[in-house]
């Protein structure tokens, strides 16, 4: 069946660290993946994409992925968070020619950020 | 940059009574769809329509639920005889293709069930 899974539903770290989002998933075709980022009150707002090519994608506000086959993840990163990123994080994994149209979310990671 | 719009921001409807969620996806795009989001659990396929008819529906999508593309640039989700589980965050989102091209999500409508 297919499936995302991230393991972590919090995460704190402290403004100026690094952060690493895991991301696993489960899906037969090869997979579209995205990180999508919802801040409070706010809609789902698209940080990065990966359909093919160069396994380390670079997104929006300074984040990053790598696509790993291997361990079938789609870990998230940033090398310095700022208090901005606090929000809650999915993973979603899109049709790859497999016929369907949907999306698949991840329970999301919610991250707090201290000053 | 383009986006998709949502109206209401927060709806808030008595149990039994009927609910439209309306949405303006981003103009070039060809495919639609509904996604909810209960607190606290993850977000959830509802429904994706192109050219007029719906092409997929999970099974939270039953008879209750209805879509419809009235004009050229709305785009709407229907519930009927709400019930309290119906409560949650309904997302819109377009897409330009299906596959290589992201789905883009507007902010939402909170439907809040009394």
């Known amino acids: 069946a297919q499936s995302v899974t991230q393991p972590d539903i919090h995460i704190t770290v402290s403004e100026g660290a690094s952060l690493e989002l895991r991301c696993n998933y489960s899906?037969?075709?090869?997979?579209?993946l995205f990180w999508y980022v919802q801040s409070p009150g706010q809609g789902l707002q698209l940080l990065l994409k990966?359909?093919?090519?160069?396994?380390l994608v670079q997104g929006i506000k300074g984040f990053e992925a790598e696509f790993k086959r291997s361990q079938s993840s789609f870990n998230l990163r940033k090398p310095s968070v700022h208090w901005s990123d606090a929000a809650e994080y999915f993973c979603?994994?899109?049709?790859?020619?497999?016929?369907?149209?949907?999306?698949?979310f991840g329970t999301g990671t919610r991250l707090k950020v201290l000053a | 940059e383009p986006e998709v719009t949502q109206t209401p921001s927060h709806q808030v409807t008595q149990m039994g009574q009927e609910v439209i969620l309306r949405c303006v996806p981003i103009?070039?795009?060809?495919?639609f769809y509904w996604y909810r989001q209960i607190l606290g659990q993850k977000v959830e396929f509802l429904v994706s329509?192109?050219?007029?008819?719906?092409?997929?529906k999970s099974e939270i999508f039953d008879d209750q639920f209805s879509v419809e593309r009235p004009d050229g640039s709305n785009f709407t989700l229907k519930i009927r005889s709400t019930k309290l589980e119906d409560s949650a965050m309904y997302f819109c989102?377009?897409?330009?293709?299906?596959?290589?091209?992201?789905?883009?999500f507007g902010d939402g409508t909170r439907l809040s069930i009394l």
């Open positions: 899906y037969g075709a090869t997979p579209y």
């Open positions: 329509f192109y050219n007029n008819e719906i092409s997929e």
């Open positions: 989102a377009s897409s330009e293709l299906v596959g290589n091209q992201p789905q883009h």
């Open positions: 979603a994994v899109g049709p790859g020619g497999s016929g369907t149209y949907k999306y698949i």
């Open positions: 103009s070039n795009h060809l495919y």
């Open positions: 990966y359909f093919s090519g160069d396994t």
